[in-house]
């Protein structure tokens, strides 16, 4: 029980950097000694300090560490990446007992930091509170185990069920709670993916202007590079991918990925983020391209807002949810919030 509540402790300290440290994971440690927490830390940014550093740099008393045991949400890494080695760090401050959360299923880990702590003598423990490390890292492992990034889903529907007005015709549907959640969600994903309708009649900026964060690698699929040039996602305000069928130059934080048209399109840009270390992906429409993902099961979760209080007297429909398993529902104001699971 013990081994779990610090565990809780070091999952609650991963999710600090949620939003900040893609491509890496969610990692939280904790250094107990004789039942006591004398340094905790967290991976707060890609590119800086790993959470064993920051828990190690915490402890005051580093003559403490030989006689005290260290919880760590993912299995230290054994490669020099942005920074050394995690697992290097820990042997050299006599650390001997060691629990983890996960195994690191990256193929520059794997397996490898729990066998040099091994080596050395030191006393594992895998597995606790491991399905809890699993849901917090799901993009992580989704990525390294599915070669592609975790795609979430986002839409808003009618209570009639239409995403959109007739002919594509914008339409507010979700409240302003709603709104404002998108942000959150936006500032927690890698990237945002849209259809060229979407781009043409909703015109989305696809940024976190309600939210503090960062801003999201832009995405659009535009086949034959027919959307206008003064939409926001050419604006140049954050880097936008483009992808299509015809030979363009990057230019000013814009970027052309030339499809094959001979294959599939979705496979390829599957393949192309997983190439860009994207992690995961929010598709925000439109239905085409929503209902291609249900219909390809490249998808892993969908977060739909039915306004209960609003109808259409004719427009797009939404895409339908045969292929998911609802989690929850949530009430916000006049909306509710659908949660699935691929």
Not at 12 to 30: D, F, I, K, Q, W
Not at 223 to 239: E, N, R, T
Not at 260 to 272: G, T, V
Request: proline share 6%; aromatic share 8%; with cysteine.
């Amino acid at each position: 029980m013990s081994d779990e509540r610090y565990m809780r402790r070091a999952l609650e300290l991963a999710r600090l950097g949620s939003g900040y440290t893609s491509p890496n994971p969610m990692v939280g440690c904790v250094v107990v000694h004789e039942g006591q927490i004398i340094g905790e830390g967290w991976h707060q940014k890609y590119g800086g300090p790993h959470a064993e550093v920051n828990a190690i740099a915490a402890v005051e008393d580093k003559r403490l560490l030989p006689q005290s045991r260290v919880y760590v949400t993912l299995e230290p890494c054994s490669h020099y990446g942005k920074t050394p080695p995690c697992a290097d760090l820990l042997i050299s401050h006599g650390v001997k007992d060691v629990v983890i959360c996960n195994t690191d299923p990256n193929p520059l880990v794997a397996g490898r930091g729990i066998k040099k702590l091994f080596e050395t003598g030191a006393q594992v423990k895998v597995g606790v509170l491991e399905e809890e490390g699993l849901e917090l890292n799901k993009r992580f492992f989704t990525f390294h185990t599915r070669k592609r990034p975790f795609i979430l889903l986002k839409w808003a529907e009618t209570a009639d069920g239409f995403i959109a007005a007739a002919n594509y015709q914008q339409e507010q549907i979700s409240g302003k709670l709603a709104q404002r959640l998108v942000h959150k969600w936006r500032s927690e994903e890698q990237a945002i993916l849209v259809g060229s309708r979407t781009a043409l009649y909703d015109n989305p900026r696809l940024n976190t202007r309600l939210w503090s964060g960062q801003n999201p690698l832009r995405l659009v699929i535009d086949k034959q590079l027919l959307l206008p040039p003064h939409l926001h996602l050419f604006d140049g305000s954050q880097p936008t991918v483009v992808y299509t069928y015809k030979h363009q130059e990057d230019r000013d934080n814009l970027y052309f990925v030339q499809l094959r048209e001979d294959e599939p399109i979705l496979p390829q840009i599957m393949e192309d983020l997983h190439r860009r270390n994207v992690l995961s992906v929010m598709v925000e429409g439109g239905t085409f391209l929503l209902e291609s993902l249900l219909q390809a099961n490249l998808w892993d979760e969908a977060l739909v807002f039915k306004n209960l209080h609003k109808t259409l007297p004719a427009g797009i429909k939404a895409p339908g949810m045969a292929y998911g398993q609802l989690q929850s529902i949530q009430t916000l104001c006049a909306d509710q919030l659908l949660h699935y699971r691929r």
